[in-house]
């Protein structure tokens, strides 16, 4: 509403196992850098970021190792363009809708994370 370019990204699953639960938290786009940054909906707490990636309490090697140790999260945003579109945003509540057209960004927080 107030023109920032934003999307809803999460997980379906922490560590690719549903029992483990779900979360979701949103995408902002920097035009500066041509980069989508992360941030979560409620912030939590006033040192949280959108340029250090460590601040957000998921952003761990926990939930994103740097090796295949532990099973990865898998990550995906919701897209706004279904034509082009090779993948589903996967909704934990109704896991066989694939109708919300999703890029898949596990490796982005694979990066991002597994160095927190």
């Not at 107030?2 to 979701?24: K, L, Y």
């Not at 041509?34 to 460590?54: A, Y």
């Amino acid at each position: 509403a107030a023109g920032v370019p934003a999307r809803v990204a999460g997980t379906p699953a922490w560590n690719g196992d549903a029992a483990n639960g779900n979360h979701n938290w949103a995408e902002v786009y920097r035009t500066k850098t041509q980069e989508w940054v992360f941030i979560e909906g409620h912030p939590s707490g006033g040192s949280e970021t959108l340029d250090n990636p460590c601040d957000k309490w998921f952003c761990n090697a926990n939930h994103f190792p740097a090796s295949g140790d532990v099973p990865t999260t898998p990550v995906f945003a919701a897209r706004f363009d279904g034509l082009r579109n090779d993948s589903s945003y996967p909704l934990a509540w109704d896991p066989l809708n694939l109708d919300v057209p999703g890029v898949n960004r596990t490796a982005y927080y694979l990066s991002a994370c597994s160095v927190c």
